[in-house]
């Protein structure tokens, strides 16, 4: 018999829950491919230390664009590749997959996310919505007549969204979050230092000593890259203030997203909204000081959810159970 399985397909990363072991991939959502002859050189955690870092017949391709496809063939390949390293075929039949997307994404992206699942080796595809699978992954009850808030912040795509008797009340899907931050980063040590510094230098930058709010006593990190003027490698070091400093107005404009969103609902989910707070869920989230720069803008509760990376493959994981619950008990 085929496990079923839950595919959080992500700007950054692919992660993939298999019904009754719980997540079991987590990748980063790279391939790595030679140009002369077309083929696959590398998929995932492989394909990822290639880049910024091959000669010019290889290229690492990451072939999804704020949550969605950008490039069909190589979403596909990469799946493929993820659904067959994980043995999770039966003899004769094909697992059912759970995919998640922005709930702003288009008719044709949908279909195209859907059809990349079904010829990766996939049986039914369901496609539900993020911050509707995060919440559940996150442990939000959002079945009940009663509004849930989640935001979730990932690499391609901020997705903010209430909640009321299992589905979407309100939401919007901004395409500013992690990987907005990581060119917010590398453009200001640029700019501010003189100095030229990679995709991978500028996320770990965030990682170490990223912050949402102003702090007293700043840490600092020493940055290495090519200095603009001379091209030669140099070392500068940068400190947490000025990482808030880059960092600041994409923040801000996910906050005031964030207000839009909660301009628009009916007042008695403002209420329940008060009384339960914002949870913030996605790799993002991680982001230092940011539940408290939420709180102090939105004047509700702000918590990070417990493991927000695994959030969303979680929930789906969930979906799928809850779905043949649903089937069974029909039958």
């Known amino acids: 018999m085929a496990k079923d399985i839950g595919i959080d397909l992500g700007t950054a990363n692919v992660l993939i829950y298999v019904q009754g072991k719980g997540i079991v991939l987590n990748e980063p959502s790279v391939v790595a491919i030679d140009t002369q002859t077309n083929k696959v050189l590398a998929v995932g955690s492989e394909a990822y230390r290639m880049v910024g870092r091959t000669p010019s017949n290889i290229r ?69 919505y993020e911050p509707k699978v995060a919440a559940i992954g996150a442990g939000l009850d959002i079945f009940k007549p009663r ?31 992690g990987d ?3 060119s917010d980063i590398a453009a200001y040590i640029k700019d ?45 070091t940068v400190n947490q203030n000025e990482i808030e400093e880059a960092l600041h107005d994409t923040l801000d404009q996910i906050v005031t997203a964030t207000i839009n969103v909660l301009e628009t609902i009916p007042p008695e989910l403002a209420s329940d909204i008060i009384d339960r707070g914002i949870v913030l869920t996605g790799g993002t989230s991680l982001l230092n000081g940011l539940d408290q720069l939420f709180s102090s803008r939105l004047k509700v509760p702000v918590v990070v959810s417990q493991d927000p990376l695994d959030n969303v493959a979680k929930g789906a994981g969930e979906m799928l159970e809850r779905m043949q619950k649903t089937d069974s008990k029909k039958k």
């Not at 903010?160 to 500013?176: E, H, K, N, T």
């Not at 991978?200 to 102003?214: D, P, S, V, Y």
């Not at 700043?218 to 940055?223: A, F, L, Y």
């Open 180 to 182: 907005k931050m990581n």
């Open 192 to 236: 501010k230092h003189g100095l030229v510094i990679g995709e991978h230098t500028a996320e770990n930058i965030k990682m170490e000593i990223g912050t949402a709010l102003q702090v007293d006593d700043p840490k600092e990190m020493d940055v290495r890259g090519r200095d603009v003027a001379s091209g030669m490698p140099k070392q500068i």
């Open 60 to 128: 690492a391709i990451r072939p999804l664009k704020n949550g969605v496809i950008s490039d069909f063939d190589v979403t596909q390949e990469m799946l493929s590749y993820f659904i067959g390293k994980l043995s999770v075929k039966g003899f004769m039949s094909k697992p059912n997959i759970m995919i998640c997307a922005p709930t702003n994404i288009t008719e044709i992206e949908r279909k195209a996310i859907i059809q990349a699942a079904e010829q990766s080796g996939g049986g039914k595809v369901y496609l539900e």
């Open 147 to 177: 509004g849930s808030m989640v935001i979730d912040m990932g690499g391609g795509t901020s997705d903010i969204a209430i909640l009321s008797l299992g589905d979407i009340v309100a939401s919007q899907s901004i395409r500013l979050a």
